[in-house]
């Protein structure tokens, strides 16, 4: 054997022995163990499904255990789409997916600037086919997975249109090229002519109304500035709702500069880990010194929980709905090498000013845990009204003029007529994570059948909170 080889071989030995040296006997014996299964099982796993199934072990652990429920392994695949949820962005048609009846199939509503309305498909389009294929005994996760596919791609879709009058109906052939899409993360009330959020409410132009869409990302605290600055520039506005329904968090840094607009000084929100806490404290920026409301429901997590117990501590905003999710932890996403996906797991729990935990973890209902409504601001929704408050308010950001008029007026008909069926909005997933109605998870609806259902609330919102926190404003 020529020299050379046998000090390639030697080098090669002395590297083996010295990797060997810095592992554990524990991690040598897993290494062994993928190993003699990829050799031995008679299903043949590939190295990386072994190698994945050992991380969601390891996770599972954290989860079984030690009660921690947001550690997780996220392969490449869901890696890429729990990015793109925390960076409000989405690769698809672009549309809102509703129930319309199960027998009448899912409605189309395209968002502003998406594919699907540049590609012509309007407002409540029924949708009957998907690439020719019938979609009328698919499930809703069917037809969810069906739109999805990488931008570039192209999804024909047959539709059936109603024209105005709702006198006549067509059916029309759509062909929409995929696209990815940024999504603001921050909504108004509702679109002005130009296509721009309108960041007062319809009925009390002197309130200002701000929603979280989607997440915290790292340009919500920008984007809520422009919509403050925009309120500070108007007459006469008395104060601001933020609404917080249904944001499952996001970016710890974003809720901080959300709270940095609003309050002048004192902490923000304190993180403790092992052996080191934290204090974040208020950087002397805030822009906005008028009434605040923030309205939550069982949905509103994480980093919504930061904001409206920072804001109730300091007693710059009232909190109104039901109590919050109970996400006190904070997560690090741990990137592994060679694109081999990402470990994200809890590092620290956060407490708000006052000191108390936010996190639920295992406690009982009766237990303090979460964000709770200030006194004589609690109001929870039944499971149909949650649903029909939260449609609407989805179609008022992505509907103008005049239309949007006629398809609340559609709504309601539907809804109060019987046709309405909640359970559908249970299940339907989003065209690649696109706005969609859902309740939270656990959640019964305990009356199926068609039966006319009377809605709470006044026109065009239909949402008693709202309601409330109008009487609000006006007792100030």
Not at 3 to 32: D, P, W
Request: proline share 5%.
């Amino acid at each position: 054997m020529p020299l050379s080889n046998l000090r390639a071989i030697l080098v090669a030995a002395i590297i083996s022995l010295i990797c060997m040296s810095r592992t554990s006997i524990r991690e040598q014996v897993l290494l062994n163990a993928c190993r003699r299964i990829q050799q031995t099982a008679f299903v043949r796993p590939t190295e990386q499904d072994l190698f994945e199934g050992a991380l969601e072990g390891m996770t599972a652990k954290l989860r079984n255990k030690y009660g921690d429920h947001y550690s997780a392994y996220e392969n490449p695949v869901q890696q890429q789409k729990n990015q793109d949820s925390l960076e409000n962005q989405l690769v698809g048609l672009g549309v809102l997916l509703v129930p319309s009846g199960k027998s009448q199939s899912i409605q189309l509503f395209p968002l502003p600037n998406s594919p699907a309305l540049k590609a012509g498909v309007h407002y409540g389009d029924l949708l009957l086919k998907i690439e020719g294929d019938d979609v009328s005994g698919m499930s809703s996760a069917e037809i969810s997975k069906k739109l999805k596919g990488q931008a570039g791609t192209k999804a024909t879709l047959l539709v059936r249109r109603t024209d105005a009058t709702q006198e006549s109906d067509q059916e029309v052939e759509v062909t929409v090229t995929r696209a990815r899409m940024h999504l603001p993360s921050v909504l108004g009330d509702r679109l002005n002519h130009d296509g721009s959020q309108c960041y007062t409410l319809e009925t009390a132009p002197d309130i200002g109304y701000i929603a979280l869409n989607k997440t915290f990302c790292d340009s919500t605290p920008l984007e809520i500035a422009k919509a403050l600055e925009k309120l500070n520039e108007s007459q006469g506005i008395r104060g601001v709702i933020l609404d917080l329904r249904r944001n499952p968090g996001g970016y710890l840094n974003a809720a901080v500069g959300v709270c940095n607009l609003f309050l002048n000084e004192g902490v923000i929100v304190t993180t403790k880990q092992r052996g080191f806490t934290d204090t974040i404290t208020a950087r002397g920026t805030a822009i906005w010194d008028k009434p605040v409301v923030v309205l939550m429901d069982s949905m509103s997590a994480s980093a919504a929980e930061i904001v409206a117990a920072c804001l109730q501590d300091h007693g710059i905003a009232v909190v109104a709905g039901t109590r919050s999710y109970g996400k006190g932890t904070v997560q690090e996403m741990i990137k592994l090498p060679l694109n081999m996906g990402t470990i994200r797991v809890t590092k620290s729990e956060y407490f708000r000013p006052s000191e108390k935990n936010i996190n639920r973890g295992n406690k009982a209902d009766d237990d303090e845990w979460g964000v709770s409504p200030n006194d004589g601001y609690s109001l929870e929704l039944s499971d149909r009204q949650k649903v029909v408050t939260y449609r609407i308010r989805d179609l008022r950001t992505i509907i103008p003029g005049e239309e949007l008029g006629r398809q609340i007026n559609r709504l309601v008909e539907h809804v109060t007529t019987g046709e309405f069926e909640a359970d559908d909005d249970l299940q339907l997933p989003p065209d690649d994570s696109s706005p969609v109605m859902e309740l939270p998870s656990g959640t019964e609806v305990s009356d199926n059948t068609k039966k006319p259902f009377v809605l709470d609330g006044t026109a065009p919102y239909y949402d008693p909170l709202l309601d409330q926190v109008m009487e609000y404003f006006q007792s100030r």
